[in-house]
């Protein structure tokens, strides 16, 4: 079946990968992946914290940044889906190459706009750089990591998001005071170029994708090769994957029978997740010094959120791997809901308040990338990113809503618990759609 020792003159790269050990040449490509994703996160947190400095230098309310925040989320809707269709075309290397470049770019360009207006036009186009890059890791992960850690690798690797978000919150409490704010964004931005420049070298191309459009794929086999360097794997060895297809990449496959379902529900759950979690993030800090805290402990409270999304992503994921995706990641819906209700019966607490925002980030920001790992689980490789990229692109549509949501509620003077509670109802229907998942039938071929 594998081992051209034996005269084998056929591998399926599914199995290949499968069947041995994790190689060091994967573990570069998941760390790239990784500082990919920090960077990634370390963008997104950017602007929240930013936010107040801006608020006060502009002197405009808090309401008047809801266009602000929401500008990158829908960017990102549109980088998502085309960045992910395109990806099933022509492979995921150079889009996330080409996606980190653009956000990186456009993240040290922050400072520069003059407007509020302008502000919300950068971030949109911001936001399709950081839109297209997670579908396509999604893909990449997923498509290099053997199927026995394949949960527990991809949430490492997507552990990079909170991992990056907590970054920024560190850097903001240094770099704020002693520099301003635009010195976040030019690191950011700066970091974020060096990475993608990395990326552009050392990241391969998917295996799997190569092996879908040719079967004798001379880089597929040379990815081989360094998956396992001491298999002598000929030249022009014929590769084919159980799930190969002629079909065309198009969005009708990820519809119809035994299709629909599932991926309007993880649509859904992706939603419902970043509705609670960009909420969070864009508003936690000025949500805190209504409540009474102080700069520093506004911001303390952004870290121990984005700590605890890291410590959250290490545990879905191997949680993952050991009792399945659905009903793990309805078990994450349960229990943000239980830490938000928390959270705002016990906010005037510090203690209480720290350990359910932990709580709270670990099953909000944490439970994301075993999102993404649920995700990339049931699309087959030649429409994987398409399919990771509609589903995440529908799903930003709550990326959009949070922000504009919290913006309202802090309008209409909402007291802080009750914002809380109202942000921990989606919790809810997310556990219930994940476990109404598991009863679909599904069937992407």
């Known amino acids: 079946m594998l081992n051209a020792k034996l005269g084998t003159t056929t ?200 092996a879908l459009k040719d079967a004798h794929s001379a880089e597929a086999i040379r990815i081989l090769r360094r998956i396992a360097p001491g298999e002598p794997i000929a030249d022009g060895i014929r590769l084919t994957l159980a ?50 805290f102080s700069n520093q402990y506004a911001l303390l409270a952004t870290i121990v959120v984005n700590t605890g999304g890291g410590i959250g992503a290490l545990t879905w994921g191997v949680l993952l791997d050991r009792f399945g995706g659905f009903h793990v990641m309805a078990g994450a819906g349960f229990a943000a809901f239980a830490a938000l209700m928390v959270l705002g019966l016990g906010h005037a607490e510090p203690v209480i308040m720290l350990s359910a925002l932990l709580l709270a980030g670990a099953c909000t920001m944490g439970a994301a990338p075993g999102l993404y790992a649920v995700i990339g689980s049931v699309y087959p490789t030649a429409i994987r990113s398409t399919g990771a990229g509609l589903v995440m692109g529908l799903g930003r549509i709550g990326s959009v809503l949070g922000p504009a949501a919290g913006g309202l509620l802090l309008s209409l003077k909402w007291p802080v618990p009750a914002i809380f509670a109202a942000v921990a109802v989606p919790g809810l229907v997310w556990a219930a759609a994940m476990l109404w998942m598991i009863r679909l039938p599904r069937n992407f071929r």
């Open 243 to 292: 799930e190969s297809s002629t079909s065309p990449v198009s969005f009708s496959r990820l519809f119809g029978p035994a299709r629909t379902g599932t991926t309007l529900l993880l649509a859904l759950v992706v939603g419902l997740n970043l509705f609670i979690l960009y909420l969070l993030l864009n508003w936690l800090p000025t949500l805190m010094r209504t409540a009474g």
């Open 11 to 210: 591998i399926d790269v599914a199995e290949f990968v499968d069947a041995r050990p994790v190689s060091r040449f994967q573990i570069r490509v998941f760390a790239t992946c990784l500082a990919v994703a920090l960077l990634d996160g370390l963008d997104l947190q950017t602007m929240g914290l930013a936010a107040p400095a801006l608020m006060r230098e502009w002197n405009v309310p808090p309401q008047a940044f809801s266009t602000v925040f929401s500008a990158a989320p829908a960017g990102m809707i549109v980088g998502a889906l085309a960045f992910g269709r395109l990806a099933d075309q022509i492979g995921r290397r150079r889009l996330i190459v080409a996606a980190t470049l653009l956000f990186g770019v456009c993240t040290s360009a922050t400072p520069l706009v003059p407007t509020i207006g302008t502000l919300a036009m950068l971030r949109f186009i911001t936001g399709l750089g950081l839109g297209g890059v997670v579908p396509n890791l999604t893909s990449l992960v997923t498509e290099f990591a053997p199927g026995r850690v394949r949960g527990a690798l991809t949430t490492l690797a997507f552990s990079g998001l909170p991992f990056g978000s907590m970054v920024a919150a560190l850097f903001a409490t240094w770099l704020i005071p002693a520099y301003g704010w635009p010195s976040l964004f030019y690191v950011a931005g700066l970091l974020t170029m060096a990475v993608g420049v990395t990326a552009l070298v050392s990241l391969p191309e998917s295996i799997r994708f190569l």
